[in-house]
């Protein structure tokens, strides 16, 4: 693809820079349906400041453009996008339908041409156009998984939790929660249409939940929900036959863990150099130090959120603070963290939200400001 995103929009943590952050959450319980919430970030004292709030229902997860533009949401009619505007303010462009089941994940390829969504309830991946302006076109492909499974709670029918493409525009992953397996399929550039060339299986009944890959592209990290791991994977690519080679399997838990615990979130920080995940039962926090060689992982820290099921859960852009969104207590929970020392301590108030699903920071590009 030559430039990568990275270096040309320059994602890169930069001190005095302006970050708001998007948290999209469930409207069920919500009189007026406000699904997204954007906040200022104050990154010297590691605290949100709601700024403004988007009408949609049931955002289950919202994703950024890779040039920094736009923002897609699911919602219960199918994908809405927003252009990125003043301050971070988000101006609605367009919804459009994905034929089926409201989704769980929303992605985009790395040349902003397509959206990729999963579908759990249905167990569908559906592929839209982008088009110029960065609002959502037409359904390209879509598909519907089929397979048993092992007939153990809802692990019996295929479930797509998340759908995210290799960081070569090559190949695009799907984890299948229900039948702990990841499908790998190839994709069309001119019609996107999508073919699958591989399978990944994790352990029976382990849930494959959601999918990154390292900045250079070379390693792949699994949570499992069920399981509560983190597999990692290095990645080769290669023309029609991807080769992925699992490097590492690591708990998300301690060794003094409750019982009953799900893995939930995963997220690079955003130097790329942490990733943190999280323990929905277990109701903590993991960080983990990536190893620059060999991609593999080594835990800091797997610490209490003061909440029931931390969904997501993120460092703040400089590494220093750290939000964890609690699905079941309805709040956002806020720690200073030093990943030096491995010590996460909780600081602020909490902010009070209606069941929060997940949370990006986004650094202002120089006409959002």
Not at 5 to 11: F, I
Not at 15 to 20: L, N, R, S
Not at 31 to 48: A, F, M, P, S, T
């Given at each position: 693809?030559?430039?990568?995103?990275?270096?040309?929009?320059?994602?890169?943590?930069?001190?005095?820079?302006?970050?708001?952050?998007?948290?999209?959450?469930?409207?069920?319980?919500?009189?007026?349906?406000?699904?997204?919430?954007?906040?200022?970030?104050?990154?010297?004292?590691?605290?949100?400041?709601?700024k403004d709030r988007v009408k949609i229902t049931n955002s289950s997860y919202v994703t950024i453009s890779?040039?920094?533009?736009?923002?897609?949401?699911?919602?219960?009619?199918?994908?809405?996008?927003?252009?990125?505007?003043?301050?971070?303010?988000?101006?609605?462009?367009?919804?459009?339908?994905?034929?089926?089941?409201?989704?769980?994940?929303?992605?985009?390829?790395?040349?902003?041409?397509?959206?990729?969504?999963?579908?759990?309830?249905?167990?569908?991946?559906?592929?839209?156009?982008?088009?110029?302006?960065?609002?959502?076109?037409?359904?390209?492909?879509?598909?519907?998984?089929?397979?048993?499974?092992?007939?153990?709670?809802?692990?019996?029918?295929?479930?797509?939790?998340?759908?995210?493409?290799?960081?070569?525009?090559?190949?695009?992953?799907?984890?299948?929660?229900?039948?702990?397996?990841?499908?790998?399929?190839?994709?069309?550039?001119?019609?996107?249409?999508?073919?699958?060339?591989?399978?990944?299986?994790?352990?029976?009944?382990?849930?494959?939940?959601?999918?990154?890959?390292?900045?250079?592209?070379?390693?792949?990290?699994?949570?499992?929900?069920?399981?509560?791991?983190?597999?990692?994977?290095?990645?080769?690519?290669?023309?029609?036959?991807?080769?992925?080679?699992?490097?590492?399997?690591?708990?998300?838990?301690?060794?003094?863990?409750?019982?009953?615990?799900?893995?939930?979130?995963?997220?690079?920080?955003?130097?790329?150099?942490?990733?943190?995940?999280?323990?929905?039962?277990?109701?903590?926090?993991?960080?983990?130090?990536?190893?620059?060689?060999?991609?593999?992982?080594?835990?800091?820290?797997?610490?209490?959120?003061?909440?029931?099921?931390?969904?997501?859960?993120?460092?703040?852009?400089?590494?220093?603070?750290?939000?964890?969104?609690?699905?079941?207590?309805?709040?956002?929970?806020?720690?200073?963290?030093?990943?030096?020392?491995?010590?996460?301590?909780?600081?602020?108030?909490?902010?009070?939200?209606?069941?929060?699903?997940?949370?990006?920071?986004?650094?202002?590009?120089?006409?959002?400001?």
């Open positions: 693809m030559g430039e990568t995103a990275e270096k040309k929009y320059g994602y890169e943590y930069e001190e005095g820079a302006q970050y708001v952050a998007y948290v999209s959450s469930y409207t069920i319980s919500q009189k007026e349906k406000y699904g997204i919430r954007v906040y200022d970030v104050d990154l010297e004292n590691g605290l949100l400041h709601e890779h040039a920094r533009r736009f923002l897609y949401s699911i919602t219960d009619a199918g994908i809405e996008s927003f252009r990125i505007g003043k301050g971070g303010r988000l101006e609605f462009l367009n919804r459009a339908s994905i034929n089926g089941m409201r989704g769980s994940h929303v992605s985009t390829d790395y040349e902003d041409k397509f959206l990729f969504v999963a579908s759990y309830h249905d167990g569908k991946i559906t592929v839209l156009r982008v088009n110029e302006d960065g609002s959502v076109g037409d359904i390209c492909d879509e598909k519907y998984l089929k397979g048993l499974g092992s007939i153990a709670e809802r692990n019996f029918r295929p479930h797509v939790q998340c759908v995210k493409m290799t960081r070569d525009n090559k190949y695009l992953c799907a984890a299948d929660l229900g039948m702990d397996h990841i499908n790998v399929y190839t994709l069309n550039h001119d019609t996107g249409k999508i073919k699958q060339c591989a399978i990944l299986h994790s352990e029976m009944e382990s849930a494959p939940r959601h999918i990154k890959f390292s900045r250079d592209g070379h390693y792949m990290y699994v949570v499992h929900e069920l399981k509560n791991i983190i597999d990692v994977y290095y990645y080769l690519g290669g023309d029609g036959a991807p080769d992925f080679q699992k490097i590492q399997t690591i708990s998300t838990l301690s060794d003094y863990h409750g019982s009953a615990s799900a893995a939930s979130a995963l997220n690079f920080s955003t130097d790329h150099r942490y990733l943190v995940s999280s323990n929905a039962g277990d109701n903590t926090v993991v960080v983990y130090k990536i190893n620059e060689k060999d991609g593999k992982l080594t835990m800091l820290f797997c610490l209490p959120v003061s909440g029931e099921y931390p969904k997501d859960a993120a460092l703040f852009p400089d590494n220093r603070h750290l939000v964890s969104l609690n699905h079941e207590s309805n709040t956002m929970t806020f720690f200073t963290v030093d990943l030096r020392k491995k010590l996460m301590v909780m600081h602020g108030k909490e902010i009070e939200i209606d069941k929060p699903n997940c949370i990006i920071f986004h650094k202002l590009l120089p006409d959002q400001l």
